[in-house]
């Protein structure tokens, strides 16, 4: 989906969330279960405040639980090597045109990944863009086509089988999904990017 950066961000940011969080103290205990779960992973102390994603979701407790155990997957313990993960991760999340997923996961591509500066900027113009290896290239041409056609096409599924074992061609589709859906909720609840994330102006 092309569109203007600034505009986007606008749209997505420029009105107040549409729904309110939580207080900490409010969430329900199957919601902080997988909370903290997802800051002991993370070595966040377990009484630091709630981020404003969760304490929104929070508001249907069983459902948050549910999709951050299925998330936690994809934290890190991913048959997928990191840097494929975090390509398919950031391309789904520019064509969703989402400043918090992409800012967060361009920090988290560089630091953790080894995705460069200059490949945050190929992933903006897509598979398509000159410098790509046969497998990064093929991984971001996944995104596409599963972001336009719902499908990963013959043609790009044959590059993905040469390099990727079965485990990871059946991990790729559904880590697209799982960013799809967390684009969904971030840009219809209109979350506030936190301190740190420069939403879609992130490279």
Same mark, same amino acid.
């Given at each position: 989906?092309?569109?203007?950066?600034?505009?986007?961000?606008?749209?997505?940011?420029?009105?107040?969330?549409?729904?309110?969080?939580?207080?900490?103290?409010?969430?329900?205990?199957?919601?902080?279960?997988? *909370?903290?779960? *997802?800051?002991?992973?993370?070595?966040?102390?377990?009484?630091?405040?709630?981020?404003?994603?969760?304490?929104?979701?929070?508001?249907?407790?069983?459902?948050?639980?549910?999709?951050?155990?299925? &998330? #936690?997957?994809?934290?890190?313990?991913?048959?997928?090597?990191?840097?494929?993960?975090?390509?398919? *991760?950031?391309?789904?999340?520019?064509?969703? &045109?989402?400043?918090?997923?992409?800012?967060?996961?361009?920090?988290?591509?560089?630091?953790?990944?080894?995705?460069?500066?200059?490949? #945050?900027?190929?992933?903006?113009?897509?598979?398509?863009?000159?410098?790509?290896?046969?497998?990064?290239?093929?991984?971001?041409?996944?995104?596409?086509?599963?972001?336009?056609?719902?499908?990963?096409?013959? %043609?790009?599924?044959?590059?993905?089988?040469?390099?990727?074992?079965?485990?990871?061609?059946?991990?790729?589709?559904?880590?697209? &999904?799982?960013?799809?859906?967390? %684009?969904?909720?971030?840009?219809?609840?209109?979350?506030?990017?936190?301190?740190?994330?420069? &939403?879609?102006?992130?490279?």
């Amino acid at each position: 989906m092309p569109f203007n950066c600034e505009t986007r961000m606008e749209q997505v940011l420029g009105s107040p969330p549409r729904i309110d969080p939580l207080p900490d103290g409010e969430i329900a205990e199957a919601a902080m279960v997988a *909370i903290d779960k *997802i800051r002991t992973m993370n070595d966040i102390a377990l009484d630091t405040p709630v981020p404003e994603f969760f304490a929104t979701v929070g508001k249907h407790p069983e459902l948050l639980a549910a999709f951050l155990d299925f &998330g #936690i997957r994809f934290l890190g313990d991913t048959a997928l090597a990191d840097r494929q993960r975090e390509l398919a *991760i950031l391309r789904t999340g520019w064509l969703c &045109g989402a400043p918090f997923e992409w800012g967060e996961h361009v920090l988290i591509a560089r630091e953790d990944a080894g995705v460069s500066g200059e490949e #945050i900027e190929w992933i903006v113009q897509g598979s398509a863009a000159p410098g790509w290896g046969e497998l990064d290239r093929a991984v971001l041409k996944a995104c596409e086509e599963l972001h336009a056609e719902a499908m990963i096409s013959d %043609a790009t599924w044959e590059v993905l089988a040469r390099h990727l074992s079965d485990q990871q061609l059946i991990e790729l589709p559904m880590l697209a &999904g799982q960013y799809h859906k967390v %684009a969904f909720v971030q840009n219809s609840l209109r979350f506030r990017l936190r301190e740190g994330n420069p &939403g879609l102006s992130a490279r």
